[in-house]
């Protein structure tokens, strides 16, 4: 049916819309359908996972990306921290850069910005996502692939280090001290109750 801007009631002319309206029309109602369907899919993957996943996946992805003009330093640091490690195991230099930073001071969340530089963490002390997040970018530095990850259900962030193809992982709360090694089928938020592998200093 050919779309019409209005019929005259009293001839019953229509004046129709030109090519240029009506390209415009379908893609504003193409953009409409899109936006609603989005929407759709939102809501259904909000009521199956919670929107506190949601927000966390939102949160950690946005940290990921995170990159400072420190990292030549941060490198460097890591480096020397990890110098007596060798070959391609990656425990030797987890375990070394864990309990070099371990004894970093904590400073509350309210007394600093949300996320700052890792090597101002390392000298100055953070909450856990700075201090966490810190972890990571050492270990990025040396090659070792390792994540943030936050909840806003425990309001609490740690690093984590998966290894071996998700055999196992690490993961680091440098807010305790505790490392812990993992089995990869254990949720990372029970690295409290895990006793295969724990470091406490």
Known sequence: MKQVKYVCKYCNKAETYTKTQQIGI??????????????AILIIYVSMTGISSTTDMIANAKYAKQTYSDFDEIQKLSYDITIDCDGDDPNCYIEKLYRNVSSIRYVPSSDIK?????????????????????????????GIYSR????????HCVAVVPLKDYDYYFVADLTMPILSEMNGSVDVWDYLLWD??????
């Open 26 to 39: 379908t893609l504003f109602h193409t953009i409409v359908s899109m936006l609603c369907l989005f929407g």
């Open 114 to 142: 949300p996320i700052q530089s890792p090597l101002f963490t390392y000298y100055n002390g953070g909450d856990c996502k700075n201090t966490a997040f810190m972890f990571t970018y050492m270990l990025k530095s040396l």
């Open 196 to 201: 295969k592998r724990n470091y406490r200093i």
């Open 148 to 155: 943030l990850d936050c909840s806003l259900e425990k309001a």
